[in-house]
C-alpha cells in the first residue's frame, strides 16, 4: 500500500526506513567505541576519558600519538579494531550521507508533514477514484473549502496543478487499510467514483462493514446496477449518464429553472445556500403558521418548499399551512440565514 501527493508524498509503512538504518549504523558505531574504549582500558591501564580518545583516534585514522602502555596485545588488539571499527564507520557515514545529500531527509521530513496532516483529518470527505468525475467532485469540494483524501489506484494521476500538496493515497479503495489511513473514522462522507460498477459496489459494501452510518454517494455506470448499488448500502446513487441526459434535455425545455440552479449551486461565486431542515418537537415554529412566523423576516431566509411527515414536497407552501414537528423545510438564503433558521427549527433560540 502507497501513499502519494503530487509534491511531498505520505508515509506509506516503509517511510521510516532510512531514518531506522541510519539509527542502526549509529548504535552499532557507538557500540564498537565503547567495545574499543574498555579495550585499551584493559590492556593499556587508561582512564575513561583517554580510553575514549584512544578508541576514537584509532577508529577514525587520526593518527595523535599514542597513549599508555603499547604492547604486542595492545597492537594486536587495535588492528582487529581497526579491521571491524571502519567497516562500522564507513557504513554509519554512508547511512548519513544517503539521508543528508540523496533527499532522503528531506522526503521524510516532508512525509511526516504530511502524515500529521493525514491523522489530523475530521469532517472531511473520502473520493474514490480520480477519473474525470472523482477530479470534478474533489474539485467541487475543494471550491467549497472542504477538506478531502483521494484514493487512487493509477499513480499517474492526481498530477494536476489544481491538486498541488493535496492528500492523494495511490492504492486499492476496497482495502480496509487503506480507508483506515484516509481516516473513515472521522469522514463525514465518501464518494465512489471507480470506473466499474462492480469496483463501487465493492468499495460501498466496505465501507459500510467497516462505519454503517457513513454516507456514501456511488457511481453508477450503467443502467440496472442501482439496485445493486442499494443492497450495498449506497445512499445516493448518480448516474452521469442519466443526469447529463437530463440536463440536457431540460436546457431546451425549461432554460430559465436550469440557469436557476447553476446559481444556486455556484455558491464561490454567490453567497446562496439551499438546504433542508427538520422542525425538532421542541421548536418554537410548532404550531405557528407561515404567516405568524415571517421567517424570512426573523431569519433572512425563504421558504421554497414543505414536507408534512408522510406527505409530498409542496413547493411555495401558502401563508395558512401550519408548522408542525417533523416537518422538513426547504430554505434558501445566504450562510447567516440558514444558520439562523436551522437554530429556530432546532429550539436554540428561546421563545419571544
Given at each position: 500500500?502507497?501513499?502519494?501527493?503530487?509534491?511531498?508524498?505520505?508515509p506509506?509503512q516503509?517511510?521510516?526506513?532510512?531514518?531506522?538504518?541510519?539509527?542502526?549504523?549509529m548504535?552499532?558505531?557507538?557500540?564498537?567505541i565503547?567495545?574499543?574504549?574498555?579495550?585499551?582500558?584493559?590492556?593499556?591501564?587508561?582512564?575513561?576519558?583517554?580510553s575514549?580518545?584512544?578508541?576514537?583516534?584509532t577508529?577514525?585514522?587520526?593518527?595523535?600519538?599514542?597513549?599508555?602502555?603499547?604492547?604486542?596485545?595492545?597492537?594486536?588488539?587495535?588492528?582487529?579494531?581497526?579491521?571491524?571499527?571502519?567497516?562500522v564507520?564507513?557504513?554509519a557515514?554512508?547511512n548519513?550521507?544517503?539521508?543528508?545529500l540523496?533527499?532522503?531527509?528531506?522526503?521524510?521530513?516532508?512525509?511526516?508533514?504530511?502524515?500529521?496532516?493525514?491523522d489530523?483529518?475530521?469532517?472531511?470527505?473520502?473520493?474514490?477514484?480520480?477519473?474525470?468525475?472523482?477530479?470534478?467532485?474533489?474539485?467541487?469540494l475543494?471550491?467549497?473549502?472542504v477538506?478531502?483524501?483521494i484514493?487512487?489506484?493509477?499513480?499517474?494521476?492526481?498530477?494536476?496543478?489544481?491538486?498541488?500538496?493535496?492528500l492523494?493515497?495511490?492504492?486499492?479503495?476496497?482495502?480496509?487499510?487503506?480507508?483506515?489511513?484516509a481516516?473513515?473514522?472521522?469522514?463525514?462522507?465518501?464518494?465512489?467514483?471507480?470506473?466499474t460498477?462492480a469496483?463501487?459496489v465493492?468499495?460501498?459494501?466496505?465501507?459500510?462493514?467497516?462505519?454503517?452510518?457513513?454516507p456514501?454517494?456511488?457511481?453508477?455506470?450503467k443502467?440496472?446496477?442501482?439496485?445493486?448499488?442499494?443492497?450495498?448500502?449506497?445512499?445516493?446513487i448518480?448516474?452521469?449518464?442519466?443526469?447529463?441526459?437530463r440536463?440536457m434535455?431540460?436546457?431546451l425545455?425549461?432554460?430559465?429553472?436550469?440557469?436557476?440552479?447553476?446559481?444556486?449551486l455556484?455558491?464561490?461565486?454567490?453567497?446562496?445556500g439551499?438546504?433542508?431542515?427538520?422542525?425538532?418537537a421542541?421548536?418554537?415554529?410548532?404550531?405557528?403558521?407561515?404567516?405568524?412566523?415571517?421567517?424570512?423576516?426573523?431569519?433572512?431566509?425563504?421558504?421554497?418548499?414543505?414536507?408534512?411527515?408522510?406527505?409530498?414536497?409542496?413547493?411555495?407552501?401558502?401563508?395558512?399551512?401550519?408548522?408542525?414537528a417533523?416537518d422538513?423545510?426547504l430554505?434558501?438564503?445566504?450562510a447567516?440565514?440558514?444558520?439562523?433558521?436551522?437554530?429556530?427549527?432546532r429550539?436554540?433560540?428561546?421563545?419571544?
Amino acid at each position: 500500500m502507497r501513499l502519494h501527493s503530487p509534491f511531498p508524498q505520505v508515509p506509506d509503512q516503509d517511510a521510516d526506513a532510512p531514518l531506522k538504518r541510519l539509527r542502526y549504523a549509529m548504535a552499532l558505531l557507538a557500540a564498537v567505541i565503547v567495545a574499543g574504549a574498555v579495550g585499551y582500558h584493559l590492556l593499556s591501564h587508561l582512564n575513561a576519558l583517554d580510553s575514549f580518545y584512544m578508541a576514537i583516534t584509532t577508529l577514525f585514522t587520526v593518527g595523535f600519538r599514542e597513549l599508555g602502555e603499547v604492547n604486542a596485545r595492545t597492537k594486536i588488539f587495535t588492528i582487529f579494531y581497526l579491521i571491524v571499527g571502519l567497516g562500522v564507520a564507513t557504513y554509519a557515514i554512508s547511512n548519513l550521507t544517503a539521508l543528508l545529500l540523496e533527499g532522503d531527509l528531506r522526503g521524510y521530513l516532508m512525509e511526516r508533514r504530511m502524515q500529521k496532516r493525514l491523522d489530523d483529518l475530521k469532517d472531511h470527505v473520502i473520493v474514490c477514484g480520480f477519473g474525470k468525475m472523482g477530479f470534478q467532485a474533489a474539485w467541487e469540494l475543494k471550491k467549497a473549502g472542504v477538506p478531502f483524501v483521494i484514493i487512487e489506484q493509477d499513480d499517474s494521476k492526481g498530477r494536476s496543478p489544481r491538486f498541488a500538496g493535496e492528500l492523494i493515497l495511490y492504492g486499492n479503495a476496497m482495502d480496509d487499510l487503506m480507508l483506515e489511513r484516509a481516516g473513515i473514522r472521522q469522514a463525514r462522507g465518501l464518494i465512489t467514483a471507480l470506473t466499474t460498477d462492480a469496483d463501487n459496489v465493492l468499495v460501498t459494501l466496505t465501507v459500510k462493514q467497516l462505519r454503517p452510518d457513513l454516507p456514501v454517494v456511488a457511481r453508477s455506470a450503467k443502467l440496472g446496477t442501482e439496485r445493486q448499488l442499494k443492497a450495498a448500502g449506497a445512499d445516493h446513487i448518480v448516474s452521469p449518464y442519466e443526469i447529463g441526459g437530463r440536463r440536457m434535455a431540460g436546457l431546451l425545455l425549461k432554460p430559465e429553472m436550469m440557469k436557476f440552479f447553476d446559481i444556486v449551486l455556484q455558491q464561490e461565486q454567490l453567497e446562496l445556500g439551499l438546504e433542508r431542515i427538520t422542525i425538532s418537537a421542541g421548536s418554537p415554529l410548532v404550531g405557528q403558521t407561515l404567516r405568524e412566523a415571517r421567517l424570512r423576516h426573523a431569519t433572512g431566509s425563504l421558504l421554497v418548499g414543505l414536507v408534512h411527515p408522510g406527505a409530498g414536497l409542496r413547493f411555495n407552501p401558502s401563508g395558512d399551512e401550519r408548522f408542525q414537528a417533523g416537518d422538513e423545510l426547504l430554505i434558501m438564503g445566504p450562510a447567516e440565514a440558514l444558520a439562523n433558521l436551522t437554530r429556530l427549527a432546532r429550539a436554540e433560540m428561546t421563545r419571544q
